[in-house]
């Protein structure tokens, strides 16, 4: 497994506060995602970036924004949580070889509350 | 556009059963790559194993054995003598080489071992 991690594990805020996830990687991989997970909808792309610097949307990228200023870190932030933001966080890193897809190494994920 | 089904949703046996799980994909592509990942009841997502869609070999591990049919469009997970531990939610998902960075999962099916 690639060494992941994730901070906070959980954190429970109020509405229309910013919360910042931070992931943590020391594999040296070039791509880090970060996914939510809900009920009824599984794992769905918020983000993801390619290197350092470099950043894309996903497929649920409203209300969130993401930076990644060294390789290892890639931090999402709700720039104003809503209760619709209430879900488990997911990050993941994977590095492509030769061309080839890589393989996504999850980490343990944050339980993130918006009362 | 890629798609996963996994059309179990939930799968009970009693220990030493066998169980197969199944996974159909939909893709265009003709280079792509198939995964499967289990999710234990303390949430982490732990990464079981990766296809290439050129490898139609099928693969053992131990308890565990994967079947990839290109005809069928199937990659389907089975468990043999199955174990209490091996209770979690087992997701598939796909990525094309040619498509977005984005990893396409099914919903995942539950599988519960009773003992």
């Known amino acids: 497994d690639a060494g992941i991690t994730q901070s906070p594990r959980h954190k429970v805020t109020e509405t229309g506060t910013p919360v910042t996830l931070r992931c943590h990687q020391t594999e040296n991989h070039r791509y880090m995602y970060w996914y939510r997970q809900d009920p009824g909808h599984g794992l769905r792309l918020i983000h993801y970036?390619?290197?350092?610097?470099?950043?894309d949307k996903g497929e649920v990228s409203d209300g969130y924004s993401v930076s990644r200023s060294k390789t290892e870190d890639f931090l999402l932030t709700l720039e104003s949580a809503t209760s619709s933001q209430t879900s488990v966080y997911f990050c993941?890193?994977?590095?492509?070889?030769?061309?080839?897809?890589?393989?996504?190494?999850f980490g343990p994920g944050t339980r993130l509350l918006v009362l | 556009a890629q798609k996963v089904t996994q059309a179990q949703t939930e799968i009970s046996v009693v220990e030493k059963e066998d169980v197969t799980l199944d996974c159909v994909y939909e893709t265009r592509d003709t280079t792509y790559y198939l995964f499967w990942y289990k999710q234990p009841p303390s949430g982490e997502l732990v990464f079981l194993i990766r296809r290439n869609s050129f490898d139609e070999q099928n693969e053992i591990s131990g308890r565990y054995s994967w079947n990839f049919q290109k005809s069928t469009s199937s990659f389907n997970f089975t468990i043999t003598a199955s174990q209490v531990v091996d209770s979690a939610v087992y997701f598939c998902?796909?990525?094309?080489?040619?498509?977005?960075?984005?990893?396409?999962f099914g919903k995942g099916t539950k599988l519960t071992v009773n003992p």
């Open positions: 998902a796909l990525i094309t080489q040619g498509g977005s960075e984005k990893l396409v």
């Open positions: 970036s390619y290197g350092v610097k470099d950043t």
């Open positions: 993941a890193t994977g590095d492509s070889g030769q061309g080839v897809r890589e393989t996504q190494y």
